[in-house]
């Protein structure tokens, strides 16, 4: 039997530009067990790939802000305190770094995310004054509020589905990931992963990107 899996999309499912890896098609829709997307992007974008994959959408999005599990949407997380500090940081002098179209965060719904080249230090600043967090996972940096984690996402799923967290193997490359690992019952970096990942994982894997994912699902059938 194989055992129940909790994947990171971004870095983790994908190739080193970002794009979702074919190879996926091949693997997930046919693991014998249930597979929960955990992605820093919006809810829209899980739950889309689930549709595509043909898997049950069972996801949790936003870092652990969005849960969907047994057709039931929980949220977590002040929305409106992120973007608070959003505001406050373009009115001085920052810039969120998307077009006007801001598909980024058009359907957030717990947090904001900020491009890379943003003015870290600033954000932080502002961030803290509202009694909230910045996350770095590759992607962009998160403005979330304390708390609010994919492995908190998880154990929720679990309750729901009945399942131990302990039972799960989880892949990702990010710290928004550190917390899955921390609760599941064996945890792999793979190799492009962050150091925050790395130290949280139970293994880090010498391959990257998919290439690393399926190592560890070939190696589990």
């Known amino acids: ?45 899980p739950v889309s790939l689930c549709h595509y994959l043909g898997l049950p959408q069972t996801v949790i999005a936003e870092n652990g802000g969005v849960v969907l599990v047994d057709g039931e949407v929980t949220f977590a997380g002040d929305r409106e305190a992120a973007q608070a500090v ?25 947090e904001i995310a900020v491009n890379l080249d943003a003015d870290e230090e600033l954000l932080r600043e502002v961030a803290a004054t509202y ?24 154990e929720h799923v679990c309750e729901t589905m009945k399942y131990d967290p302990a039972d799960f193997v989880a892949i990702g490359d990010s710290e928004n990931d550190a917390s899955t690992f921390r609760v599941v ?19 880090v894997l010498e391959e990257s990107y998919m290439d690393g994912t399926l190592s560890v699902l070939n190696a589990l059938q």
């Not at 194989?2 to 693991?31: H, K, M, N, S, Y």
């Not at 962009?140 to 708390?147: E, I, M, P, Q």
């Not at 019952?185 to 293994?203: L, M, P, R, T």
Request: zero cysteines; hydrophobic letters at 40%.
């Open 86 to 110: 959003a505001d406050e940081f373009v009115a001085r002098g920052g810039d969120l770094g998307w077009d006007a179209a801001d598909t980024v965060n058009r359907w957030r719904e717990t």
């Open 1 to 45: 039997m194989v055992p129940p899996l909790v994947l990171d999309i971004d870095g983790t499912l994908t190739d080193a530009q970002g794009r979702l890896d074919p190879r996926a098609f091949e693997v997930l829709p046919t693991w014998d067990a249930p597979v929960i997307l955990a992605t820093g992007k919006a809810f829209p974008y």
């Open 185 to 203: 019952g064996q945890s792999y970096a793979v190799a492009n992963a962050d150091e925050v990942a790395k130290e949280a994982a139970d293994e």
């Open 131 to 154: 009694d909230l967090e910045v996350i770095d996972t590759g992607f962009a940096y998160h403005v979330k509020s304390h708390g609010v984690e994919k492995g908190a996402g998880l």
